[in-house]
């Protein structure tokens, strides 16, 4: 468990490429063959970011930025290799999963939910 006084930056990580041959690809994927970022779909609708994403974001106690694959910090990248898309905590320099792609995907694109659950996975992984 991580004390409340730390500060935690929590990162939001896409399993799609952020340049714009990769969100060509990622929509490809997507409406060809079916492909879906969980992460992706509580964050955006088709084409644009969620107005109640950006809503709540500018709400939230913690800090909370978005990255793409191709988008991480080499120890980012190497702590969520194999798991994406993923909710990760960043206290000092240690961390942790805070939400998997299965939960991820249980919400289904909930924006309301996902913070809801983010707020759980908080309170059980780090004392806040």
């Known amino acids: ?23 060509f690809k990622y929509i490809m994927k997507k409406y060809f063959l079916g492909f879906e970022c969980s992460m992706c779909s509580i964050t955006h609708n088709s084409f644009y970011s969620k107005s109640s994403w950006n809503n709540m974001i500018s709400k939230f106690i913690y800090p909370i930025k978005t990255l793409h694959v191709d988008e991480q910090p080499e120890q980012i990248f190497n702590f969520t290799r194999g798991v994406l898309p993923c909710v990760i905590g960043k206290v000092k320099n240690n961390l942790i999963l805070l ?30």
């Open 99 to 128: 939400m998997n792609n299965d939960e991820l995907k249980s919400i289904n694109g909930d924006t309301k939910l996902f913070f809801t659950k983010l707020e759980n996975s908080l309170k059980s992984r780090i004392s806040i």
């Open 1 to 23: 468990m991580v004390n409340n006084n730390e500060k935690i930056e929590i990162y939001c990580i896409y399993d799609a490429k952020g340049s714009l041959v990769g969100e």
